[in-house]
């Protein structure tokens, strides 16, 4: 069982950035590829970012798209989402979610849609505003 904790949240400007990450409390995070998601008030969780379990794939959204970066330190146990340019359209909570490891995915797997993942953390609260 996967206990996750995001961190990094806070406040910025437009323009501004922010560094997300993403650990496992008591395991590792090195057999699951891990998702980003963000939840705005009122509208639905969406994707932001994922890596798979080698780091090889990495997809983003089409708005974070050449702002957002997404990045693993297995030795570390860490995963980050680095966030520049940022814009008002950011805010949201955001959480790291991982997949229950399995043979039955490849290395190079990682999803986009939230009912991939098994393992949630509570999520960090990113507010961008002037």
């Known amino acids: 069982q996967l206990q996750l904790v995001e961190s990094g949240g806070g406040s910025a400007q437009p323009g501004g950035s922010l560094k997300l990450s993403c650990t496992a409390s008591?395991?590792?995070?090195?057999?699951?590829?891990i998702g980003w998601f963000r939840q705005a008030p009122g509208k639905e969780r969406e994707g932001v970012s994922c890596i798979s379990r080698s780091g090889a794939s990495i997809n983003y959204a089409d708005s974070v798209q050449g702002r957002f970066t997404i990045s693993r330190d297995n030795a570390k146990n860490l995963v980050y989402l680095q966030m520049n340019s940022l814009k008002p359209e950011d805010t949201g909570v955001y959480y790291c979610?991982?997949?229950?490891?399995?043979?039955?995915?490849?290395?190079?797997?990682?999803?986009?849609?939230?009912?991939?993942?098994?393992?949630w953390g509570q999520g960090t609260q990113v507010t961008v505003s002037s």
């Open positions: 008591g395991s590792t995070l090195t057999y699951s590829a």
């Open positions: 979610a991982a997949d229950r490891p399995t043979i039955l995915r490849s290395r190079s797997w990682c999803g986009t849609r939230a009912t991939e993942y098994d393992y």
